[in-house]
């Protein structure tokens, strides 16, 4: 299949057929109708009439079957009409694209893109290069689905597979033969080697009716994948959710009341404290789940009047691990700034509404900010990202917070999840997009920025509270005594995060145990988790720009309280004097980053940043 067979493809035969075909129906349904007021025959009782019935009652099945044949058929025609229109809209819109660059790409027959020019024209227009041909291939693909679609459709018909199966009547047998025809729903792009590029040009050679039956027959294809548009996923996610509480709702409610759940059970004699803490167990275990479902879908309303929308980007319930999901306040398919937050350890879904809500304030901070700069009409989404598990603090996964594992499995699904805000958004890599980790998230951020290994993607990282930044793929030899060994060579800086000189950033608390310089008892020093150098030097040793958490008052004349324990640096605060809780210095800081306004200095040439 080659991109001038979609041109070949006619649309307006295809409409004259079904046009056609619908002609024929009412033909055949005007001869099933008459057949069947002729088998009544009333007022004629003899064998004779039997017999008479029975030839017309076979006359009028086979006029069914022919129904549902040309039912088939129009079925078809209608739907592979509006997914060849489609195809050639978008393989226009492809070749406009291509044409827009001046002769500097070209287009073949088979998808594929070329760059022309200097090398330094190459290496610019290589991104819409690769952009253009996945979306020229992905047509490709889908042409090749409908012609394959086509053709089982009418090796049925030729096998007599299609026909009006037992209908009675001219609208079950219609009926009948469509439901055996049309387009089926086209599959992603899976496997090694598919990016989320790939997937947003499979969506976007969709026509809009197989977009809806892919939504209806598969959302689990679209819910949790990278490259489908945010509203999409998050539209599938909610339905998801929404029957998630439903069931656990149904869990609650099918409990019988604890007397009589004990009675039953052998719980209310002697040694009945064992059943006793069963129940009670079971009970907080249900009771708890509705809970947090609950409060996911609750930190998704919009709470007061001119909030951004928000959604549900990712929602995943992997059989015997935590639950995984991911909320955007504002939409980064059409945001100029992103910013995408890993918490740390301890994090489960029931924390989803306080990082919403954090997200939230964030938001709003970066909105003000992009004001009094002057920056006008640009949008901003704030995303919480609890796609792994973290470690958590009340059993023997935290033993693993002394490792990088989980970070590490996290790496590649928290990359793949930066590169589907680029693909995704309107702005594609000009989106300013900001990476940020908390505690043993930013372990889990700056994992995934190697895992990227391009740069282009992220363009901003800020670590909190952060115990080490972890290594990379690359080994070193050292020794112990004149025994060399191999070690692999921690993450040092911006190259190995794939940013632009200046664009990764730390902070800490003081006091912080995890980053800091903690004190026993406020006296007695003792070395951080950072010092410890279980994920590499601590990040404030690093050559990266170190920000401030102390307590001061930013150039818009808010007096911030400083960060002062390890969960603190992203939380509001009371404020005396203002009406609504404000940031701390280190959220104020990634309100600056996440505005794309850290290299913006003020009017008076001050730093808007807190150093």
Same mark, same amino acid.
């Given at each position: ?72 058929? $129009?079925?078809? @025609? !209608?739907?592979?009409? =509006?997914?060849?229109?489609? &195809?050639?809209? /978008?393989?226009?819109?492809?070749? *406009? ?28 227009? $290589?991104?819409? @290069? !690769?952009?253009?041909? =996945?979306?020229?291939?992905? &047509?490709?693909? /889908?042409?090749?689905?409908?012609? *394959? ?234 995303i919480a990202w609890l796609g792994y598990e973290p470690p958590q603090a009340d059993d023997i996964s935290i033993v693993e917070a002394g490792f990088d594992r989980r970070a590490n499995e996290a790496a590649p699904d928290l990359a793949e999840f930066y590169r589907g805000i680029n693909a995704t958004n309107e702005h594609g890599s000009e989106v300013n997009l900001s990476a940020f980790g908390h505690s043993y998230g930013s372990l889990t951020t700056a994992q995934a920025l190697n895992e990227l290994g391009e740069t282009g993607v992220v363009d ?152």
């Amino acid at each position: 299949m080659l991109l001038s067979d979609i041109d070949s493809w006619n649309v307006g035969a295809l409409n004259s057929i079904a046009t056609e075909l619908a002609g024929e129906l009412k033909t055949v349904e005007g001869v099933a109708t008459d057949l069947d007021l002729i088998s009544r025959l009333p007022g004629w009782d003899s064998p004779a009439a039997d017999a008479a019935r029975g030839k017309i009652g076979e006359s009028k099945g086979k006029v069914l079957d022919d129904a549902a044949v040309i039912g088939a058929v $129009a079925q078809l @025609a !209608e739907e592979t009409s =509006a997914a060849v229109a489609t &195809l050639k809209s /978008q393989l226009e819109e492809v070749r *406009a694209a291509v044409a827009a660059q001046g002769g500097m790409l070209t287009l073949a027959d088979n998808g594929d893109v070329t760059v022309h020019g200097s090398p330094d024209t190459r290496e610019e227009l $290589a991104p819409i @290069a !690769e952009a253009l041909e =996945a979306r020229a291939k992905a &047509l490709i693909h /889908q042409a090749q689905d409908i012609d *394959a679609d086509c053709a089982e459709v009418f090796t049925n018909l030729s096998e007599g597979d299609i026909t009006a199966g037992g209908a009675t009547d001219f609208a079950g047998a219609q009926q009948q033969g469509r439901d055996n025809s049309g387009l089926s729903a086209p599959s992603p792009p899976e496997g090694e080697g598919a990016t989320p590029q790939d997937v947003k040009a499979w969506w976007d050679a969709l026509s809009t009716d197989e977009q809806n039956r892919v939504k209806a027959e598969h959302p689990e294809w679209i819910g949790d994948r990278d490259g489908v548009p945010v509203e999409v996923r998050s539209e599938v996610n909610v339905a998801q959710l929404d029957a998630e509480i439903a069931e656990a709702q149904r869990e609650v409610d099918s409990l019988p009341p604890r007397d009589q759940w004990l009675r039953e059970n052998g719980g209310l004699g002697p040694g009945g404290y064992l059943q006793e803490r069963k129940y009670d167990d079971m009970r907080a275990q249900k009771d708890g789940r509705l809970a947090e479902l609950r409060g996911l879908k609750d930190s998704l309303a919009q709470k007061t009047e001119g909030e951004p929308p928000k959604y549900l980007m990712l929602l995943e319930f992997p059989e015997g691990r935590e639950p995984l999901a991911a909320v955007a306040v504002g939409n980064p398919d059409t945001a100029e700034h992103v910013t995408v937050t890993a918490p740390g350890v301890g994090t489960t879904l029931d924390s989803m509404p306080g990082m919403v809500g954090e997200a939230q304030a964030l938001h709003t901070e970066i909105g003000a900010q992009l004001d009094l700069a002057q920056v006008r009409n640009e949008e901003v989404a704030t995303i919480a990202w609890l796609g792994y598990e973290p470690p958590q603090a009340d059993d023997i996964s935290i033993v693993e917070a002394g490792f990088d594992r989980r970070a590490n499995e996290a790496a590649p699904d928290l990359a793949e999840f930066y590169r589907g805000i680029n693909a995704t958004n309107e702005h594609g890599s000009e989106v300013n997009l900001s990476a940020f980790g908390h505690s043993y998230g930013s372990l889990t951020t700056a994992q995934a920025l190697n895992e990227l290994g391009e740069t282009g993607v992220v363009d901003n990282a800020a670590f909190y509270g952060s115990p080490g930044l972890g290594f990379t793929d690359e080994v070193m030899t050292e020794y112990h005594g004149n025994v060399p060994y191999q070690a692999p060579v921690p993450i040092g800086d911006e190259s190995d995060l794939f940013l632009a000189d200046g664009h990764a950033y730390v902070m800490s608390a003081p006091g912080d145990p995890i980053s800091g310089d903690p004190k026993l008892w406020g006296v007695i020093p003792y070395p951080s988790a950072g010092d410890l150098g279980a994920f590499g030097p601590n990040p404030l040793t690093l050559p990266l720009e170190q920000l401030s958490s102390d307590a001061t008052v930013t150039h818009d004349g808010v007096p911030r309280p400083g960060a002062v324990t390890h969960s603190d640096y992203p939380r509001s605060v009371e404020v005396p004097g203002y009406e609504l809780p404000q940031l701390r210095t280190p959220a104020y800081n990634l309100a600056i980053i996440g505005g794309g306004l850290a290299d913006v200095p003020l009017d008076n040439g001050d730093d808007r940043l807190v150093r």
